[in-house]
């Protein structure tokens, strides 16, 4: 095992290539003048600035220049980075969705600007505006390699304006030095920008980045150099109180609620390079909805962390393991808990800290700490959430990671058993990514502990991958011991040796309406060591896909599936169902098509129709979705899902639905209000989630939120609530 070990480190270490050298750099010139935020670049200032322009084309080809171009120029003081920017364009006819904050950029137009700030290749900042001068903000984690790295959910103070002219637009930033991390005394970041022109259909950007790479890959940055070193953040503190009521009324119980909560968080910046999030009494209240999924598999579903404490530098908490098998870290376990009767129910937090951030120019570090409140009427434990984690930088773009969770209940609680006080994991991580990240992967080992069952308990794991123009190539062994468990971290299933292997072809044609073909064969095993190695799942299918120069996407898959039941399971949640019998193995194949039409167009669709076996029956689904765009203000989205699961008798069939109306109304850049509709017999549940927020200053809100729940068998209303939430950012 040694040798395997060293063998594969070996590897990663040859292919790891040294520093990418920059092939375009500008110079960020120092003043000590105001420039006058208005979006108008006619600061006489603007003229001595140095520019980023020559940009590139990303799509619908990766080998020219791009036909309407862009100019970045910057500038920067003591306090902040000032962005001017011009956009050359063919007209007026913008494809602007929503004036609300944090857009999606597909589908608009708008610039992003990245910046790499440890010059690391890893992580990085992202601000972008569009024309209308709508800001968006985002972190960038895990070099840009997969769309999981990419959160939206990050805030931060900072100002842009745009003014709209015949042929072109103009937007400029104040951003503060603040908002951003660095080495005090730094003289250089990486820094790249892409931009979408939806009416040129034209996806460009200043370094020039392979279409086989994501568009925010941060392999593919030049440099901006500081005419002087940075200083030190002046900023230390930033406070967040939030007050919240609440009414409530549990049909199910009777019983109703009348609330107040008041909390705070807070954070502070250490040197800068460290963050400091502190919070007490935090809400984690229905401000926020998760979209419901129908889950026909026999496993839990992650849904994505929402809450702004764990956001910061995310990847030394949540990066650890495998995301689809084995991840140690999932923040969504602090705060909720199970009860006596199996129910998923809300666990207060009652305050904790996280300490996040660069200690060297290649060391990381992240401190989590959070406290649980004890709920003996529903049997939980106040418990002490915990988690370390140190990240070294290797060679140009890879890290090696160890961590430490511990989950610790606190006091004598007689409902606990005692297996159940403590869970313990440690790990060890390396990841790599080569210079122009055509080769990617991860090795790692975790072990956990629990009170008197300390002997393997062992979670690891390998992957590579290799990615160019015409061909990429996966493979992924993942083994996970019966005994191996993290109570703070997401795990599906335990006992099982994983093997995956993806490749991937591709062709670009030079003439015609379709810019690339994929074809994909995707082949998985998974064998159960605890049964003598009984093959427990298997599947093959194969993909094509043509994308289309018109952003239109078709594509077909076919699939095979063997599925070793070890147990009884019943897919279809009628009561009193008899379930699949369990020890017995299930083969069935399945066809399927998808079409997505362009995004840019007022109507916007997509439809995947499938069908095929389950198991020893069939299944027929239909997954379809429309957005209309009444830009800027209003826009009306509708997703619908159809399952018919025919079984044999005696087993049970069923129709399952999941509709999801949608409808968002941005009166202006500052008050929006959006309501959802999910109906899912699946849960027989009809929920409405109903949100009117004002952003009455920067990033600082006042929400108020109707929520109701009806059981959709018999159609009786379940919980009802209604929220009214201020928060307010404070600088100190």
Do not use: C
């Amino acid at each position: 095992m040694t040798k395997i070990l060293g063998a594969l480190a070996l590897l990663f270490f040859n292919i790891t290539a040294f520093a990418q050298n920059s092939e375009k750099s500008f110079t960020v010139k120092y003043i000590s003048e105001d420039i006058i935020l208005d979006g108008v670049l006619d600061d006489p200032i603007w003229g001595m600035a140095e520019s980023a322009n020559t940009f590139q084309q990303y799509f619908p080809s990766d080998s020219t220049a791009a036909g309407a171009q862009s100019d970045i120029k910057m500038l920067y003081d003591e306090k902040n980075l000032y962005v001017g920017i011009r956009i050359n364009t063919i007209g007026k006819n913008y494809v602007i969705p929503s004036l609300e904050r944090d857009f999606r950029a597909g589908g608009n137009d708008n610039i992003s600007l990245l910046f790499d700030t440890f010059n690391d290749g890893t992580n990085a900042f992202l601000f972008g505006i569009n024309p209308y001068g709508v800001r968006r903000e985002a972190l960038i984690t895990n070099g840009g390699a997969g769309t999981e790295g990419f959160t939206t959910s990050w805030d931060i103070k900072w100002k842009g304006e745009s003014v709209i002219f015949d042929d072109y637009y103009t937007a400029e930033m104040v951003i503060p030095l603040t908002s951003f991390k660095f080495r005090e005394g730094e003289t250089k970041w990486r820094f790249n920008s892409y931009r979408f022109d939806m009416q040129s259909n034209e996806q460009s950007t200043w370094i020039k980045i392979p279409q086989n790479q994501l568009i925010f890959n941060l392999a593919f940055m030049g440099d901006m150099i500081f005419e002087k070193p940075l200083g030190k953040s002046r900023t230390p503190l930033a406070l967040i109180p939030y007050v919240n009521g609440i009414t409530t009324n549990n049909f199910d119980t009777g019983e109703s609620l009348n609330n107040f909560k008041v909390g705070a968080d807070a954070k502070i910046s250490i040197g800068n390079s460290l963050n400091l999030d502190l919070t007490l009494n935090p809400d984690f209240s229905t401000v926020e909805v998760d979209n419901f999924i129908t889950n026909l598999t026999r496993f839990e579903i992650a849904l994505p962390e929402r809450r702004q404490f764990f956001i910061d530098n995310n990847d030394l908490f949540g990066g650890f393991g495998g995301g689809r098998d084995a991840n140690p870290f999932f923040s969504r376990r602090i705060g909720i808990a199970t009860d006596t009767a199996g129910n998923t129910i809300e666990n207060r937090i009652i305050g904790g800290l996280r300490l996040s951030g660069k200690i060297n120019n290649d060391l990381r570090l992240g401190f989590l700490n959070l406290q649980t409140e004890e709920d003996s009427e529903n049997g939980i434990a106040s418990n002490n959430n915990m988690m370390f984690s140190l990240q070294q930088k290797m060679f140009s773009r890879s890290n090696l990671g160890v961590f430490f969770i511990n989950r610790q209940a606190v006091g004598a609680s007689d409902f606990l058993p005692k297996d159940e006080e403590f869970n313990r994991v440690m790990g060890i991580d390396y990841n790599l990514a080569s210079e122009d990240n055509s080769w990617t992967g991860k090795f790692y080992l975790h072990k956990s502990f629990q009170p008197e069952d300390n002997e393997g308990n062992y979670s690891l794991g390998f992957n590579l991958g290799k990615n160019t123009r015409n061909f990429s190539a996966f493979v992924d062994v993942v083994k996970i011991d019966e005994e191996f468990n993290s109570d703070l971290g997401f795990i599906p299933r335990t006992d099982i040796i994983k093997l995956v292997n993806v490749f991937e072809a591709r062709i670009w044609p030079k003439k015609g309406e379709i810019n690339n073909y994929e074809a994909q064969i995707f082949n998985e095993f998974v064998w159960r060591p605890g049964l003598d190695y009984q093959l427990g799942d298997h599947a093959i299918s194969l993909e094509t896909t043509a994308e289309f120069k018109s952003l239109e996407q078709l594509s077909a898959q076919f699939s095979r599936r063997y599925v070793f039941l070890t147990q009884d399971f019943e897919p279809t949640g009628n009561e009193g169902a008899i379930a699949l019998p369990g020890n017995l193995g299930y083969n069935f194949s399945s066809f399927g098509m998808s079409f997505e039409s362009d995004r840019r167009k007022v109507f916007s669709y997509s439809i995947e129709p499938s069908f095929g076996g389950f198991f020893n029956g069939n299944r027929y689904s239909l997954e379809t979705g429309f957005d209309i765009r009444l830009q800027p203000k209003v826009r009306i989205g509708f997703n619908a899902q159809y399952d018919r699961i025919a079984l044999p008798q005696p087993y049970s069939s069923a129709d399952i639905f999941l509709i999801s109306p949608r409808l968002g109304i941005t009166f202006s850049k500052s008050i929006f209000w959006s309501t959802l509709v999910q109906y899912s017999n699946q849960r027989d549940n009809l929920g409405i989630n109903s949100r009117l927020q004002w952003r009455f200053a920067p990033l600082s809100d006042l929400f108020i939120v109707y929520n109701d729940n009806y059981s959709v068998d018999l159609f009786a209303p379940r919980f009802r609530s209604i929220n009214l939430k201020f928060s307010y950012w404070l600088n100190i």
